[in-house]
């Protein structure tokens, strides 16, 4: 049996979008997705709660947080993909306001 880190991974992989609501698991995402996911996430589902409930959330996507490296977005943490996205869309509707900041670097 795979680890709750490793089930949150390929869940997050596969586009799929975790909630805890009252204590239970709730998968959003493509329907034919959660379905192939539905019997590994009930199998482990009380590490998967666990893991979760334990877990920050990105503020621009929603989702769990499985990085060990956080990344920051105004303060709140984010996957380091999205912080990459936002701060992309940023430059590019603010350019002058970025220009200091190296390409590369988005810290
Ligand atoms: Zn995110």
């Known amino acids: 049996m795979i680890s709750p880190h490793e089930l949150l991974r390929d869940l997050e992989a596969a586009g799929i979008k975790d909630a805890v609501v009252n204590g239970n698991l709730r998968l959003r995402g493509p329907t ?4 192939s996911f539905a019997n590994q996430c009930r199998r482990g589902k009380a590490g998967l709660l666990r893991l979760l409930s334990s877990r920050q959330t ?9 990085e ?36 590369d670097d988005p810290q």
């Open 58 to 66: 990105c503020v621009l996507c929603g989702a769990a947080i499985v």
């Open 32 to 35: 034919t997705r959660v379905h």
């Open 68 to 103: 060990r490296l956080l990344t920051s977005w105004g303060g709140k943490v984010v996957h380091r993909a999205c912080g990459e996205r936002a701060f992309a869309e940023a430059k590019a509707a603010y350019p002058a306001a970025y220009r200091h900041w190296l390409d």
